[in-house]
Structures are given as structure tokens and as C-alpha cells.
């Protein structure tokens, strides 16, 4: 148990289906990402927030949208996905994201949504 | 930009000791982490280093050489629940705009076997 929970954990959906993915983190972190990971290829982040305003899009498709209410919480929304989406959604979170140089600052993960996109 | 390598699997047996190698090549340097990630499961943290030399916690330790971009994760006595995949990720640098983005590479499939 990392304290950063993550719903659902399995998602089936269609291209021109519209859904949600939620992460939620109890540490009391500032900052929040969204990973992809998929078959083979190394985690790749999509998105971070930092005290609720995004600080960096890794250039990801319109198709994704995120959302970061508090600092407690980040949402995904999903539409008219592809079947190359389909993949692992990781979401983390760390204390801060401007640190100090040497401060490890980890990043915790969420146990992931596994998302398949028929 | 970033680039790790990391071997793709490795197998060892029950009890034996394990090294698995990370190198990677940077525009920026900041901390290297590794995680454990178990099939279906949260990547979790293992340690971090950011001077050169060997990190100990318990069962496993980790060595960083900045000079040579390397890094290796040591795990030693090793149990059956260690199969997991182990993955290296380098962290940028603050001043050329890094922030605390990490970058990972593929993974190392780990099998202990009896």
C-alpha cells in the first residue's frame, strides 16, 4: 500500500465510449503525474500537476484530458480512444515538484488501471 | 533528452545474488532511482542515488558512477518473491528544466528459480 489508490482497475471500452480514470493520493504530496505504461516500452509520463496547476504535457493527444481538482486528486478522461491506447495508467505522486538538488523527492505510484480499448 | 539501458531478463536461483546494470546517457543528471514492480502491481521504491557509491538497505543495495553513467541494482539472498521487474529511472536537472521528471528505461524481468 503506497497511499496513492487508483479507480477502476480494470477498464474495457469501446473507440466512441467516454470514461473517467481517478487516482487519489493520502500523503499529503503537491504533485501529481499520469504515466502509460505499455508492453515492451518504458514508462512514459503524459502529464504533471503541481499544486493543481499542469506543468508539463508530453505532448499527449487531445483524446486525453486530464483534470487536477485539489491536491488530492487527478482524473483522466478518455474519448474516442484508439486500440494503441490500450495500455497500464499509472498515476504518482511526490512531495514537491521544484526540489533542492540531492532531495530524492520520490515519486509513489498508484497500482494502475489496466485499460483495453476495443 | 534521455536514453536508459537496462538488460530485458534475467534469471538466478534462490539464495544467490544478482546484479542488474542500468547506463544511461543524459543532458541533465539529478538522482537515479530503481523500482520494483511486481505483474499487475504499483511500481514501488527501492532507492535512490545521486553521489557516486553504493547505497545499503537491507537485502539490496545500489552503486552510481556519474563519470560513467552507470548504475547497478545488487540484491542479494534472494527469495522466490523477488521475481518482479526492476526498473531504472534517472531524474533531470533542476537548471535545465528537468523538475523532478524521471525517465525510465524498459525494465529487467526478473525469474528466481528454485
Known amino acids: 500500500e503506497t497511499g496513492v489508490t487508483q479507480t477502476p482497475r480494470h477498464l474495457v471500452m469501446g473507440m466512441t465510449n467516454k470514461k473517467s480514470l481517478k487516482c487519489e493520493q493520502h500523503?499529503?504530496?503537491?504533485?501529481m503525474y499520469w504515466y502509460k505504461q505499455s508492453a515492451k516500452k518504458p514508462l512514459e509520463l503524459m502529464f504533471v500537476?503541481?499544486?493543481?496547476?499542469?506543468?508539463e504535457n508530453n505532448s499527449v493527444p487531445s483524446r486525453f484530458s486530464p483534470e487536477c481538482p485539489n491536491s488530492s486528486h487527478l482524473f483522466l478522461h478518455l474519448h474516442t480512444l484508439q486500440p494503441e491506447d490500450s495500455a497500464l495508467y499509472l498515476c504518482a505522486s511526490s512531495q514537491k515538484i521544484r526540489r533542492l538538488a540531492g532531495e530524492s523527492d520520490t515519486q509513489y505510484f498508484g497500482p494502475g488501471t489496466r485499460l483495453t480499448v476495443l | 533528452g534521455q536514453n536508459i539501458d537496462q538488460p530485458t531478463e534475467m534469471t538466478a536461483t534462490e539464495g544467490a545474488i544478482v546484479q542488474i546494470n542500468c547506463t544511461y546517457q543524459?543532458?541533465?543528471?539529478?538522482?537515479l532511482f530503481w523500482y520494483q514492480q511486481h505483474a499487475g502491481e504499483a511500481p514501488t521504491f527501492l532507492s535512490y542515488n545521486v553521489l557516486d557509491g553504493l547505497e545499503e538497505k537491507g537485502r539490496f543495495s545500489s552503486f552510481l558512477s556519474r563519470s560513467k553513467g552507470y548504475s547497478y541494482l545488487l540484491l542479494k539472498e534472494l527469495q522466490m518473491k523477488d521475481s518482479a521487474s526492476y526498473l531504472c529511472?534517472?531524474?533531470?536537472?533542476?537548471?535545465?528544466?528537468?523538475?523532478?521528471?524521471?525517465?525510465f528505461g524498459t525494465g529487467t524481468q526478473l525469474k528466481v528459480e528454485l
Open positions: 529511472a534517472v531524474r533531470g536537472n533542476i537548471l535545465t528544466g528537468g523538475g523532478n521528471k524521471l525517465t
Open positions: 500537476y503541481s499544486l493543481e496547476e499542469r506543468v
Open positions: 543524459t543532458s541533465g543528471f539529478n538522482g
Open positions: 500523503l499529503g504530496h503537491n504533485a
